[in-house]
């Protein structure tokens, strides 16, 4: 008598429908992070890193982590991992849903591999925003959630008997039966990215708003002999309590250092910065427009700090041409070719013809790589100091709270600050 097959009840057999639909939808819904991540990076987190905030001091951090040494793998953006990791993920998961035995199998192999590994990374990135960069980037966050989940149902589905007997037949599973019902998921899907990138493609940047009505603010708020208004003002332009006071803060200023304002003002603001990262960018026409208007109260001092290795030359090129009296032309305008690479020598040239900048003394210095010494020392002489991201802001040793980069605070603090 001829003995019955043994029913495969591993993790990697039979269907479950209802976890393999989560599977699915999780998925999507890792896409729709993803796209709207892409979306407000493009935008340079103008209004915050969801970008639903208003357009009033900037606060968003998420830039900090994307243009982090952790914001890429093997030279490519974690957001373009991302999507290719959900996308896979979508469709793996949409032939669990549809296919059977071996192809079956095969698809729910694959997908805890990925989702294995997809657990692993993002815990790495998680990590790396608690522990090193100490700035949070939500969407990425929000992401490292949904992987989380993914693997909360691959231990259930471990755990689990798969569907067997009459029920096991897709023809009688309304699910299975449906594909249609999956492919119009992934169609809404679609719909909602495409609205999500119309929407804030014809939203308007909140960056030069943000600057002018500061602006305005700070000539209403300062009386005749440049005092600034108090109370509710300091008590929302904090210090980051999470960082000590630099006694030695006046090691970060040299006679040579581009600056604004009062060289021999009793205090001293320095902003720390990186030519590739867009919150630098966002935030430099406000850093200017607190320059001059508080230039006679302070001193603010603008100090590159090499993020990754992609800004070093770029950061040569800006010692450089502080030598040449030109720091601020060549940061401007490495900020305008912004973008997913870094600057090459081609730019550099473009730069140079259009700032009035000698570029062979620039070739040359860059070249023979005249100021990398200087730009790590300084790197790792802020990063001793508890300088980890950028932007940051110190007022005479003490780095301020992100939520304190106004105008507003800056006068505040300014006028406040021992």
Same mark, same amino acid.
Request: include cysteine; hydrophobic fraction near 40%.
């Given at each position: 008598m001829p003995r019955k097959p043994i029913a495969r009840t591993g993790a990697f057999s039979g269907p479950?429908?209802?976890l393999d639909f989560l599977y699915y939808a999780l998925a999507l819904l890792g896409i729709m992070v993803v796209v709207h991540?892409?979306?407000?990076?493009?935008?340079?987190?103008?209004?915050? %890193?969801?970008?639903?905030?208003g357009p009033q001091a900037i606060s968003a951090n998420c830039e900090v982590v994307l243009q982090s040494d952790a914001g890429e793998l093997l030279g490519i953006s974690n957001i373009l991992w991302g999507l290719l990791f959900y996308v896979g993920l979508a469709l793996v998961s949409f032939r669990a849903l549809t296919q059977r035995g071996s192809d079956l199998r095969a698809a729910k192999l694959i997908r805890t591999v990925m989702i294995a590994a997809g657990l692993a990374y993002s815990g790495y990135l998680?990590?790396?925003?608690?522990?090193?960069?100490?700035?949070y980037c939500k969407l990425c966050l929000m992401s490292a959630s949904i992987v989380a989940l993914l693997a909360i149902v691959c231990i259930?589905?471990?755990? /689990?008997? &798969?569907? /067997?007997?009459?029920?096991?037949?897709?023809?009688?599973?309304p699910l299975l039966k449906r594909t249609s019902f999956l492919g119009a998921l992934a169609a809404l899907v679609v719909v909602l990215a495409g609205a999500d990138y119309l929407y804030f493609k014809n939203l308007e940047t909140a960056a030069p708003s943000t600057v002018a009505g500061l602006a305005e603010n700070l000539a209403d708020d300062q009386g005749a002999n440049g005092a600034t208004v108090g109370g509710a003002v300091a008590e929302s332009c904090p210090y980051d309590a999470s960082?000590?006071?630099?006694?030695?803060?006046?090691?970060?200023?040299?006679?040579?250092? &581009?600056?604004?304002?009062? &060289?021999? !003002?009793d205090v001293v603001v320095v902003e720390f910065f990186d030519p590739n990262c867009?919150? %630098?960018?966002? @935030?430099?026409? @406000?850093?200017?427009? !607190? !320059?001059?208007? @508080?230039?006679?109260? !302070?001193?603010?001092?603008?100090? &590159?700090?090499v993020l990754s290795q992609a800004s070093l030359m770029q950061v040569e090129a800006l010692h450089i041409a502080a030598q040449q009296g030109k720091f601020f032309e060549m940061l401007e305008s490495q900020y305008a070719r912004q973008g997913s690479r870094s600057l090459s020598m081609d730019d550099m040239r473009e730069i140079s013809q259009e700032i009035g900048l000698d570029y062979s003394v620039l070739e040359t210095r860059l070249s023979n790589q005249m100021y990398r010494g200087i730009a790590l020392r300084q790197r790792q002489q802020a990063y001793e100091a508890g300088v980890t991201v950028v932007p940051t802001i110190m007022i005479n040793g003490r780095i301020i709270d992100?939520?304190?980069?106004?105008?507003?605070? @800056?006068?505040?603090?300014?006028?406040?600050?021992?």
């Open positions: 479950r429908p209802v991540l892409w979306i407000q990076s493009g935008r340079g987190f103008d209004r915050g %890193c969801f970008g639903f905030s998680s990590w790396v925003q608690f522990s090193q960069l100490e700035e259930v589905e471990a755990f /689990t008997k &798969p569907k /067997t007997g009459k029920s096991d037949s897709m023809e009688k599973d960082k000590a006071r630099v006694e030695n803060y006046l090691d970060f200023v040299s006679f040579s250092d &581009p600056s604004i304002g009062d &060289p021999n !003002a867009p919150h %630098c960018k966002t @935030l430099h026409p @406000l850093m200017k427009v !607190a !320059a001059d208007s @508080l230039g006679s109260q !302070a001193r603010f001092v603008f100090r &590159p700090f992100s939520s304190a980069r106004s105008i507003a605070c @800056l006068a505040e603090m300014i006028a406040e600050a021992d």
